[in-house]
């Protein structure tokens, strides 16, 4: 059964000072994992490449071990909220970063919890939402069947600033389908990409050889709806054109430059979430794939 919720209790008399608990994402250096997670030890590599990362920090593992069945007392939020202040963003992504996360080996994709446009008010309860689904019955029992000790489901927070996506999606830096190392494989929706990654629309898809950045196919979906920012909330909205491509070719071979960049960092053919604002590629997740050894040869 999943483990009990987190359940406040009363705050201790001295104020709780964890060292190494928030950790720039720009002070970030090799062989922190265990410290930050996958996902945070990725991002902390992307910047140091040079790459378009949003600005943040990470809640580290040290707080989850301390707080996670607690959760974060009165004396240790104030020191969360004044780092949320200062990516000078009114709304921020909350997102799980587990020390197994993001490895050659296992696909955590969709087993830990991202929460998206979070306000200052609710940055605690969201770090606390991802606290919790690292004891979900989902991640206990992907845990189980992959042989993963319970010491690598230590939970590192990710907090950065939120980019409002007028175009998002995932890019393959080999052909995930064919198996061909040559093919970089962006797809591409309308507004943030939750919906992609729940598989509620059909992305856009292009191909690309990496030699010269040529786009090689495009194939082009109606999206009827997509989710943004509006009214103080995160909501579903109508598509002004919804046949209209996602994607310019400057646009494709902006992504697809960023996505070999990566690969080239990691030697490793990657799985990278991306989102487009204001005419700007951000990175958000960078990822090995995993699936590869099933791919067509």
Not at 138 to 160: C, G, T
Request: charged share 20%; glycine share 8%.
């Amino acid at each position: 059964m999943a483990k009990p919720p987190i359940v406040r209790q009363e705050e201790p008399a001295q104020p709780v000072a964890i060292e190494g608990a928030i950790i720039p994402l720009t002070a970030i250096t090799p062989g922190q994992t265990a410290l930050v997670g996958g996902k945070g030890s990725s991002l902390g590599a992307l910047i140091r490449a040079g790459l378009p990362v949003p600005p943040g920090f990470v809640i580290s593992t040290n707080y989850y071990r301390a707080f996670h069945h607690v959760g974060i007392p009165e004396s240790a939020r104030e020191a969360i909220l004044v780092a949320t202040r200062e990516l000078g963003n009114s709304r921020v992504a909350v997102r799980s970063s587990a020390i197994a996360e993001d490895s050659k080996n296992t696909s955590w994709a969709g087993q830990f919890d991202t929460v998206l446009n979070v306000t200052e008010a609710n940055v605690i309860t969201a770090i606390e939402k991802c606290w919790a689904s690292a004891q979900s019955q989902r991640v206990m029992d992907y845990a189980a069947q992959n042989n993963i000790p319970d010491d690598e489901l230590s939970l590192a927070v990710v907090v950065q600033a939120m980019v409002d996506s007028e175009i998002s999606g995932v890019v393959f830096t080999q052909n995930p389908i064919s198996g061909y190392p040559e093919e970089i494989m962006i797809e591409a929706c309308f507004g943030l990409g939750e919906l992609l990654v729940q598989g509620m629309v059909t992305p856009d898809n292009y191909l690309v050889h990496k030699r010269g950045l040529k786009v090689v196919a495009r194939t082009h979906h109606e999206q009827k709806g997509m989710l943004a920012w509006a009214q103080g909330k995160t909501m579903a909205l109508p598509v002004p054109n919804p046949s209209a491509p996602k994607l310019s070719y400057e646009q494709i071979s902006d992504v697809a430059r960023l996505a070999q960049k990566i690969e080239d960092h990691y030697g490793h053919p990657q799985d990278i979430e991306w989102a487009l604002a204001m005419g700007k590629v951000y990175i958000v997740q960078s990822r090995p794939i995993t699936t590869l050894d099933t791919a067509a040869e």
